[in-house]
């Protein structure tokens, strides 16, 4: 895991474009699988935003809900699952219930995604330089000025010599390499959104932070807002403005990155941050969350998380808790405010 320590760059958010639209505004969005007999609801109400030039990390442990929430974002969901009910509003513009032509015109454009293992996302069979043109040539660029795009991108990301890693293969790449190979396809269209899914858990600590760094770097040259999904706080705590937590397919809580780590709201998100290797209790045992995740296709009732939780109370069993705003400025979906744990 990545080391822990709030970045000074992690503040509190820094909008760099207060008057323009928010990048994402994704309100009410329920995900589900629709047979014939039964839809199951896996993500339920999410509220989300991104503000202009925002870095937002968006926490949880695997089956949280929180790739599934971007893949709708992206418009890539695949039947079974669907977008059930919600908005999902990119810089003003509803994308549910968008066409097909409609989505493949704002991916790569104004919208674009990384994925956390680049050798399956990157086709072994074609050149690295013809894989990074694949996106503006089917936006329609013209193919001489897309080669130019190509090897500025990929210069763009760190390679000395662009000419030769375009003529290259992805498996004649290392891991952090293939990693920025994917960074500068997602980046030759200038999204106004960038969407980055875990893209650093299969690097080394080093590779790790040189990725973190450079995707700082570009966000501000670009001013791009990004969506960074992870599961590592040491991750979110160097790169993240904003963060919003999942659980069992909602968001539990959301706060600027200093509040959250200096006064958790949400018991799930202090449960978090005490099970850090850096929050060892005397002996030098690691503090381990009680139970297991719940199946987010059928979640307890009420709070989701009150089977695990040692501050659940009888309505937390029964009621469930919707996002409030907190002194903190964030906001948590808790029936217990932290003066009262125990």
């Known amino acids: 895991m990545t080391d822990v320590g709030v970045s000074p760059e992690s503040g509190p958010p820094g909008r760099s474009a207060a008057d323009d639209e928010p990048?994402?505004?994704?309100?009410?969005?329920?995900?589900?699988?629709?047979?014939?007999?039964?839809?199951?609801?896996?993500?339920?109400?999410?509220?989300?935003?991104?503000?202009?030039?925002?870095?937002?990390g968006i926490v949880g442990e695997s089956g949280s809900g929180k790739s599934l929430t971007m893949l709708a974002v992206m418009g890539l969901l695949s039947p079974p699952l669907e977008?059930?009910?919600?908005?999902?509003?990119?810089?003003?513009?509803?994308?549910?219930?968008?066409?097909?032509?409609?989505?493949?015109?704002?991916?790569?454009?104004?919208?674009?995604?990384?994925?956390?293992?680049?050798?399956?996302?990157l086709d072994p069979m074609f050149r690295v330089g013809d894989q990074v043109a694949e996106g503006p040539l089917a936006h329609g660029g013209d193919r001489h000025a897309v080669a130019a795009q190509v090897r500025s991108g990929l210069s763009e990301v760190g390679f000395a010599d662009p000419g030769r890693v375009e003529r290259q293969y992805p498996h004649e790449l290392s891991g952090g390499m293939r990693q920025r190979v994917m960074i500068a396809s997602?980046?030759?269209?200038?999204?106004?959104?960038?969407?980055?899914?875990?893209?650093?858990?299969?690097?080394?600590?080093?590779?790790?932070?040189?990725?973190?760094?450079?995707?700082?770097?570009?966000?501000?040259?670009?001013?791009m807002a990004v969506a960074w999904i992870t599961h590592d706080l040491g991750v979110v705590a160097q790169f993240a403005q904003r963060v919003s937590v999942m659980?069992?397919?909602?968001?539990?809580?959301?706060?600027?990155?200093?509040?959250?780590?200096?006064?958790?709201?949400?018991?799930?998100?202090?449960?978090?941050?005490?099970?850090?290797?850096?929050?060892?209790?005397?002996?030098?045992?690691?503090?381990?969350?009680?139970?297991?995740?719940?199946?987010?296709?059928?979640?307890?009732?009420?709070?989701?998380?009150?089977?695990?939780?040692?501050?659940?109370?009888?309505?937390?069993a029964t009621d469930t808790p919707v996002l409030?705003?907190?002194r903190t400025g964030g906001a948590a979906a808790c029936w217990v405010p932290p003066e009262r744990w125990t």
């Open 247 to 316: 659980y069992a397919g909602r968001v539990v809580e959301t706060a600027p990155t200093r509040a959250l780590f200096r006064a958790p709201q949400h018991p799930y998100t202090a449960a978090l941050l005490n099970s850090l290797p850096t929050t060892l209790q005397p002996g030098g045992r690691l503090v381990q969350i009680a139970g297991t995740p719940p199946d987010a296709a059928s979640p307890p009732a009420g709070c989701a998380f009150h089977p695990r939780c040692p501050q659940a109370i009888d309505r937390c």
């Open 23 to 56: 990048a994402l505004v994704v309100r009410d969005l329920t995900i589900g699988i629709r047979r014939k007999r039964r839809t199951t609801m896996i993500v339920h109400g999410v509220n989300l935003d991104v503000g202009a030039g925002e870095r937002l």
């Open 83 to 121: 977008v059930l009910e919600g908005s999902i509003r990119l810089a003003g513009r509803e994308l549910v219930g968008a066409s097909e032509d409609e989505l493949r015109a704002i991916r790569g454009s104004e919208v674009a995604m990384i994925y956390q293992d680049p050798m399956t996302s």
């Open 324 to 326: 409030e705003e907190r």
């Open 186 to 223: 997602a980046l030759i269209g200038a999204p106004r959104l960038l969407i980055a899914d875990e893209p650093t858990t299969a690097l080394d600590v080093t590779i790790q932070r040189q990725i973190l760094r450079l995707v700082r770097r570009l966000q501000a040259e670009h001013g």
